[in-house]
């Protein structure tokens, strides 16, 4: 795995499609598709420099050939961290980001277009909807097609809109019709709450009980990982009587990707409507959701997008359902834009009531587009156009590529480090990954779960200015996002981590025990 893929390769694959069959079969050639550890050690030997050295991360960023995007995002320095304790850190250092699965850093880029569109506003009044490289009445439109290619869809399979809760009950309201044989849901035991929540909600509303008609995965005893077989027992077991599969295509809690084509492929045989939330997903993994003939998809776009809180989230729909009946709420700008604005929905007004009389009915966009109900937020589309001004630099496959190496990285720095069973383990306080240990199985994140409260292991973590998240009840995770971060952010955040763990415990390494590389 030489990374040294030149900027033409990357450009090209960005040019062809990131994210689709062409750059799969360029990145298979480029990263020769092997466990990340084998090719690290391998980089370790060319080098001469050890694993557990700052050299050698400091080489691998060095041949990093997608080393430069991270000059495209303002990244926080330790002085600007609230948590920081000024007397652990140097105060204009770049802190340690791997918060990436929560909120994305800032595309530079980002102000410059806000400020555009702001000065267009002043400057042309209403005008603006209709004129510059973004015109407000279409923006949405503007960066549709560099979403689409993110995840493996055709351009119209895609919208730009609302928030991703708001388009799953869009979406829901067509393809959960539930009848006394089919009226289950099926979602992954620990969904996301807003996933857990906006299923049972719509179980309700149709006259069901959630405690019978929400099915949840689980995951064997004692075990953190959904197992394949397992996924696919129950749909085989059950599928006669589920409406709707809905999982979080990479689960937010211990960062473990499905296999979304398998799902697929096993739910259609029963008759289920086949779903996934793909927040913790798009950015992060190559998806191919055309190809794996999903029927329906949601995301947001600020995390792995990077794309600010509240930037508008994402859908998209199957176009084998482009041309369906199925229940809808409707909108103004579910509306053809070429009849848009005829305004011809009619009524009578007889003193102080109307008498409606319909003629013609809603010329209604085909596909995602007709679930489309108001004019999107130009301020929250914006920050979309700058982070996939970025995206475009490179390809998903590359950015994978990347990803594989650096997420390898962390977890065998990690598993020297801190398992329970590491004989170079300087504390009694220790960790397990809950992610799982194939890299094909798994994103950026790692979750990890330690011996002690995590609360007081991350509080001493943001002392030293790592910024990651921790999810109750014991899981903190961790994610090195390859747009930004570096082999070296992950050396420093173990560094730092060793000290976080050392400060807990109040235990130092004992005299005489090997020095694993790391001060």
């Given at each position: 795995?030489?990374l040294?893929?030149?900027?033409k390769?990357?450009?090209e694959c960005?040019?062809?499609g990131a994210?689709?069959?062409?750059?799969?079969?360029?990145?298979?050639?480029?990263?020769?598709d092997?466990p990340?550890?084998?090719?690290?050690k391998?980089?370790?030997?060319e080098?001469?420099?050890?694993?557990l050295?700052?050299?050698?991360?400091?080489?691998?960023?060095?041949?990093?050939?997608?080393?430069?995007l991270?000059?495209?995002?303002?990244?926080?320095?330790?002085?600007d961290?609230?948590?920081?304790?000024?007397?652990?850190?140097?105060?204009?250092?770049?802190c340690?980001?791997?918060?990436g699965?929560?909120?994305?850093?800032?595309?530079?880029?980002t102000?410059?277009y806000?400020?555009?569109?702001?000065?267009?506003w002043?400057?042309y009044g209403?005008?603006g909807?209709?004129?510059?490289?973004?015109?407000?009445?279409?923006?949405?439109?503007?960066?549709?097609?560099?979403v689409a290619?993110?995840?493996?869809?055709e351009?119209?399979?895609?919208?730009v809109m609302?928030?991703?809760?708001v388009n799953?009950?869009?979406?829901?309201?067509?393809f959960?019709r539930p009848?006394?044989?089919r009226?289950?849901?099926?979602?992954?035991?620990?969904?996301?709450?807003?996933?857990?929540?906006?299923?049972?909600?719509?179980?309700r509303?149709?006259?069901?009980?959630?405690t019978?008609?929400?099915?949840?995965?689980?995951?064997?005893?004692?075990?953190?990982m959904?197992?394949l077989?397992?996924?696919l027992s129950?749909?085989?077991?059950?599928g006669?009587e589920?409406a709707?599969?809905?999982?979080g295509?990479?689960?937010?809690?211990s960062?473990q990707?499905?296999?979304?084509?398998?799902?697929?492929?096993?739910?259609?045989?029963?008759?289920?409507v086949?779903?996934?939330?793909?927040?913790?997903?798009?950015?992060?993994v190559?998806?191919?959701?055309?190809?794996?003939?999903?029927?329906?998809?949601v995301?947001?776009?600020?995390?792995?997008?990077?794309s600010g809180?509240?930037?508008?989230g994402?859908a998209?729909l199957?176009?084998k359902h482009?041309?369906?009946?199925?229940?809808k709420?409707?909108?103004?700008?579910?509306?053809?834009?070429s009849?848009?604005?005829?305004?011809?929905?009619?009524?009578?007004?007889c003193?102080h009531?109307?008498v409606?009389?319909?003629?013609?009915?809603l010329?209604?966009?085909?596909g995602?587009?007709?679930y489309?109900?108001?004019?999107?937020s130009?301020?929250?589309?914006?920050?979309?156009?700058?982070s996939m001004e970025?995206?475009?630099?490179?390809?998903m496959?590359?950015?994978?590529?990347?990803?594989?190496?650096?997420?390898?990285?962390l977890?065998?720095?990690?598993?020297?480090?801190?398992?329970?069973?590491?004989?170079?383990?300087?504390?009694?306080?220790y960790?397990?990954?809950?992610?799982?240990?194939d890299?094909r199985?798994?994103?950026?994140?790692?979750?990890?779960?330690?011996?002690?409260?995590?609360?007081?292991?991350?509080?001493?973590?943001m002392?030293?200015?790592?910024?990651?998240?921790?999810?109750?009840?014991?899981?903190?995770?961790?994610?090195?996002?390859?747009?930004?971060?570096?082999?070296?952010?992950?050396?420093?955040?173990?560094?730092?981590l060793?000290?976080?763990i050392?400060?807990v415990s109040?235990?130092s390494?004992?005299e005489?025990?090997?020095?694993?590389?790391?001060?």
């Amino acid at each position: 795995m030489d990374l040294t893929l030149s900027n033409k390769r990357s450009s090209e694959c960005a040019e062809n499609g990131a994210g689709l069959p062409n750059c799969k079969k360029a990145r298979n050639a480029y990263f020769e598709d092997k466990p990340p550890l084998e090719v690290l050690k391998r980089k370790a030997e060319e080098f001469g420099h050890d694993l557990l050295s700052v050299e050698f991360a400091r080489m691998m960023d060095g041949e990093d050939p997608l080393g430069h995007l991270r000059e495209d995002f303002f990244v926080p320095t330790m002085k600007d961290i609230p948590s920081v304790d000024s007397a652990l850190v140097k105060p204009d250092e770049d802190c340690v980001y791997m918060c990436g699965n929560s909120l994305g850093l800032q595309p530079r880029a980002t102000s410059h277009y806000m400020q555009k569109e702001l000065d267009k506003w002043g400057k042309y009044g209403v005008h603006g909807h209709f004129l510059g490289d973004m015109p407000w009445a279409f923006c949405d439109e503007v960066v549709q097609g560099d979403v689409a290619r993110l995840v493996g869809a055709e351009k119209d399979e895609v919208a730009v809109m609302n928030g991703l809760t708001v388009n799953l009950h869009l979406l829901m309201v067509s393809f959960y019709r539930p009848t006394p044989k089919r009226h289950k849901i099926l979602i992954e035991s620990r969904a996301f709450p807003a996933d857990h929540y906006a299923m049972e909600s719509q179980i309700r509303n149709h006259g069901y009980d959630p405690t019978t008609s929400l099915l949840q995965l689980k995951p064997r005893q004692d075990e953190h990982m959904f197992r394949l077989e397992d996924v696919l027992s129950v749909i085989e077991k059950e599928g006669n009587e589920i409406a709707v599969i809905l999982i979080g295509a990479l689960q937010y809690f211990s960062g473990q990707l499905f296999d979304i084509e398998a799902i697929t492929k096993v739910g259609h045989t029963k008759g289920c409507v086949v779903a996934f939330d793909l927040a913790h997903a798009i950015g992060n993994v190559e998806l191919r959701l055309h190809d794996w003939n999903v029927d329906f998809a949601v995301w947001c776009t600020y995390k792995y997008l990077n794309s600010g809180a509240g930037a508008l989230g994402g859908a998209f729909l199957h176009s084998k359902h482009k041309n369906n009946n199925y229940p809808k709420l409707l909108g103004w700008w579910g509306n053809q834009m070429s009849t848009r604005f005829q305004m011809s929905n009619e009524g009578t007004i007889c003193g102080h009531h109307a008498v409606p009389f319909y003629s013609p009915e809603l010329d209604l966009s085909p596909g995602i587009a007709g679930y489309r109900i108001s004019n999107p937020s130009i301020m929250a589309s914006v920050p979309i156009k700058a982070s996939m001004e970025v995206f475009k630099k490179t390809s998903m496959a590359d950015l994978r590529g990347k990803s594989i190496l650096l997420t390898g990285y962390l977890e065998y720095l990690l598993n020297y480090e801190f398992s329970k069973d590491s004989p170079h383990r300087s504390h009694e306080v220790y960790l397990d990954i809950a992610t799982p240990r194939d890299h094909r199985q798994r994103g950026a994140q790692l979750s990890l779960m330690f011996s002690v409260p995590m609360s007081e292991i991350h509080a001493q973590m943001m002392k030293r200015g790592i910024v990651c998240d921790e999810r109750q009840p014991n899981v903190i995770r961790v994610a090195p996002a390859p747009l930004y971060n570096s082999f070296e952010d992950v050396w420093r955040f173990i560094k730092l981590l060793r000290e976080s763990i050392g400060a807990v415990s109040g235990k130092s390494r004992k005299e005489g025990d090997p020095d694993p590389g790391l001060d």
